[in-house]
T-cell receptor
């Protein structure tokens, strides 16, 4: 069964804790992305990676960190430095192509700070 | 800075009542414009990509069109199962291939 998996579906964090969100894909896509979605707002880019062992900051990277050690995996760590982490987090991948890069999304992780 | 504005924020239709959703954009060289459907608590589902002004794409009751400044998602004779949030996004013709999203239009179709 091919696709993008994110885990966990729901995550609760206490103040001062770091938490890691998982994103795995078996689509053999090169590029992977992390977005954050707040109620009534569009998706905002946190980090992206176009190849293994390389990643770039997006528009709202402060308080987050990532790694890309394997093509299939792009975990996101939400650190205690992130002031308002409660949100819906979405991972996406890109197949790549001649004209443009359609992004396909995982099911998301909802993070709540207690 | 790339920007995407969607209108209306919310739309309520009766089943069978056709309408259009608007996506206005500014981008430094358009590489592609994307439409997604998102159900509550789920990830966006890809619908269409449009590349150049004048292009149109259709899928069941949905038809997307593109001009140099905006895109429309036309919904013909909608059904209750078309109820969702519809997201528009643009990709610029730069090295960074991430998308810039609008805030979406929440569509509710009543039987």
């Amino acid at each position: 069964d091919g696709g993008i998996t994110q885990s966990p579906k729901y995550l609760f964090r206490k103040e001062g804790q770091n938490v890691t969100l998982s994103c795995e894909q078996n689509l053999n896509h090169d590029a992977m992305y992390w977005y954050r979605q707040d109620p009534g707002q569009g998706l905002r880019l946190i980090y992206y990676s176009q190849i293994v062992n390389d990643f770039q900051k997006g528009d709202i990277a402060e308080g987050y960190s990532v790694s890309r050690e394997k093509k299939e995996s792009f975990p996101l760590t939400v650190t205690s430095a992130q002031k308002n982490p409660t949100a819906f987090y979405l991972c996406a991948t890109t197949r790549g192509g001649a004209n443009t890069d359609t992004q396909y999304f995982g099911p998301g992780t909802r993070l709540t700070v207690l | 800075e790339d920007q995407v504005t969607q209108s209306p924020e919310a739309l309520r239709l009766q089943e069978g009542e056709s309408s259009s959703l608007n996506c206005s954009y500014t981008v430094s060289g358009l590489r592609g414009l994307f439409w997604y459907r998102q159900d509550p608590g789920k990830g966006p589902e890809f619908l269409f990509t449009l590349y150049s002004a004048g292009e149109e794409k259709e899928k069941e009751r949905l038809k997307a069109t593109l001009t140099k400044k905006e895109s429309f998602l036309h919904i013909t004779a909608p059904k209750p199962e078309d109820s969702a949030t519809y997201l528009c996004a643009v990709q610029a013709n730069t090295g960074r291939r991430a998308l810039t999203f609008g805030s979406g239009t929440r569509l509710q179709v009543q039987p």
